[in-house]
């Protein structure tokens, strides 16, 4: 079992930053892809970003390219989500998701965090 816990959201102005984290405790080897997604009021929930376990490889969905950055750190087990030039289109509850290997490309994880809340006003 994986545990996560996602931190850092809360209310900016837009064209402003946040850094999420998320901070995963348990069976951590089971966390080789790692990824972030986000749910507005009354939508599906989307994915936004991904990497891989080393880091190397990272996905981003088009909306958000250029503007967030998702990066990890294995030695305490922490994910990142770096969001820049932030528009009030991107409010929506953030999740962090941990997967095989196989979910860098499927983007069926398998163990979730419980959301943090970014709310961007114009």
């Known amino acids: 079992q994986v545990q996560l816990v996602e931190s850092g959201g809360g209310l900016v102005q837009a064209e402003g930053s946040l850094r999420l984290s998320c901070a995963a405790s348990?069976?951590?080897?089971?966390?080789?892809?790692m990824g972030w997604f986000r749910q507005a009021p009354g939508k599906e929930r989307e994915f936004v970003a991904a990497?891989?376990?080393?880091?190397?490889?990272?996905y981003y969905t088009d909306s958000v390219k250029g503007r967030f950055t998702i990066s990890r750190n294995n030695a305490n087990n922490t994910v990142y989500l770096q969001m820049n030039s932030l528009k009030p289109e991107d409010t929506a509850v953030y999740y962090c998701?941990?997967?095989?290997?196989?979910?860098?490309?499927?983007?069926?994880?398998?163990?979730w965090g419980q959301g943090t809340q970014v709310t961007v006003s114009s």
């Open positions: 998701a941990a997967g095989k290997l196989s979910a860098y490309v499927n983007k069926k994880y398998d163990y």
């Open positions: 348990g069976r951590t080897f089971n966390t080789n892809t």
């Open positions: 990497i891989s376990w080393s880091g190397s490889s990272t």
